[in-house]
């Protein structure tokens, strides 16, 4: 046994010898990470130069960048928004016509091309919205979905109503579950005596169009019990006898 154990020895030593290289290799001490640094100088120092590039570049884009690009573009939204108020949709989402800007006479710009060129300003976010509405109010449907999807604004109230368009959308689609869908993330996205009846009396009635009368009588329900003086309170109690009959409830 004494024989087996001074052979074996020599072994041992050598396995302990490369774990304690390999531990070496990987100190996390001071004098473990100043002698990786030696090794990996130029590298270090090089992807360092890459990522303080990087850092700049973000900071001139965020700081500087945007919000004079935010500057430019509510010039040019400003008659879009002219057009929209007049109801003259498809030239306030297309554009067209010379207006009078600060650096003279031009072409407009609508709220389709300010949303492309402007994607990354909150105005050109903005246009989405505009840009859905109006596409919804000229009966192409499947295109307003797309824009008002595209907004991703912090305005409870425009974020509210972008997700209720979706909804009428998709109700004009005759897609009536993905209407329920948006009517109801519209009455909960700001809960408010504006949008949630509205959303909420919305989504009642897609309910009857799919004959889902207790739904339908919840959200009645609830108009009734939280928003009675709001237009849509008035006169609930007609929609909640109506659901209850035509449901047996």
Same mark, same amino acid.
């Given at each position: 046994?004494?024989?087996?154990?001074?052979?074996?020895?020599?072994?041992?030593?050598?396995?302990?010898? &490369?774990?304690?290289?390999?531990?070496?290799?990987?100190?996390?001490?001071?004098?473990?990470?100043?002698?990786?640094?030696?090794?990996?100088?130029?590298?270090?120092?090089?992807?360092?130069?890459?990522?303080?590039?990087?850092?700049?570049?973000?900071?001139?884009?965020?700081?500087?960048?945007?919000?004079?690009? $935010?500057?430019?573009?509510?010039?040019?939204?400003?008659?879009?928004?002219?057009?929209?108020?007049?109801?003259?949709?498809?030239?306030?989402?297309?554009?067209?016509?010379?207006?009078?800007? &600060?650096?003279?006479?031009?072409?407009?710009?609508?709220?389709?091309?300010?949303?492309?060129?402007?994607?990354?300003?909150?105005?050109?976010?903005?246009?989405?919205?505009?840009?859905?509405?109006?596409?919804?109010?000229?009966?192409?449907?499947?295109?307003?979905?797309?824009?008002?999807?595209?907004?991703?604004?912090?305005?409870?109230?425009?974020?509210?109503?972008? !997700?209720?368009?979706?909804?009428?959308?998709?109700?004009?689609?005759?897609?009536? $579950?993905?209407?329920?869908?948006?009517? !109801?993330?519209?009455?909960?996205?700001?809960?408010?005596?504006?949008?949630?009846?509205?959303?909420?009396?919305?989504?009642?009635?897609?309910?009857?169009?799919?004959?889902?009368?207790?739904?339908?009588?919840?959200?009645?329900?609830?108009?009734?019990?939280?928003?009675?003086?709001?237009?849509?309170?008035?006169?609930?109690?007609?929609?909640?006898?109506?659901?209850?009959?035509?449901?047996?409830?």
């Amino acid at each position: 046994m004494a024989d087996l154990n001074e052979e074996t020895t020599p072994e041992i030593n050598e396995v302990e010898e &490369t774990v304690e290289e390999k531990r070496k290799s990987i100190d996390p001490s001071v004098e473990g990470i100043q002698l990786f640094y030696e090794k990996n100088k130029q590298t270090i120092n090089y992807v360092g130069g890459g990522l303080l590039l990087l850092v700049a570049a973000f900071c001139f884009f965020k700081l500087y960048y945007l919000p004079e690009q $935010d500057k430019e573009v509510a010039n040019e939204i400003f008659w879009a928004e002219n057009y929209f108020e007049k109801d003259s949709f498809n030239i306030a989402l297309k554009g067209g016509p010379m207006v009078i800007s &600060t650096e003279g006479q031009k072409s407009m710009k609508g709220f389709e091309q300010i949303a492309d060129e402007y994607s990354m300003t909150k105005t050109g976010n903005l246009a989405n919205y505009y840009a859905g509405i109006c596409y919804m109010r000229t009966g192409k449907f499947q295109q307003a979905i797309e824009f008002l999807q595209k907004y991703s604004g912090n305005d409870e109230m425009i974020s509210s109503i972008a !997700l209720g368009a979706t909804g009428d959308c998709f109700l004009e689609l005759n897609n009536v $579950d993905e209407a329920i869908k948006f009517y !109801l993330k519209a009455a909960e996205n700001s809960k408010n005596n504006f949008t949630t009846p509205i959303y909420l009396k919305k989504s009642g009635f897609a309910y009857e169009l799919k004959a889902n009368y207790p739904e339908a009588l919840l959200a009645y329900e609830r108009i009734l019990k939280e928003f009675s003086k709001t237009a849509e309170g008035l006169g609930i109690e007609k929609d909640i006898a109506k659901v209850k009959a035509l449901g047996n409830l």
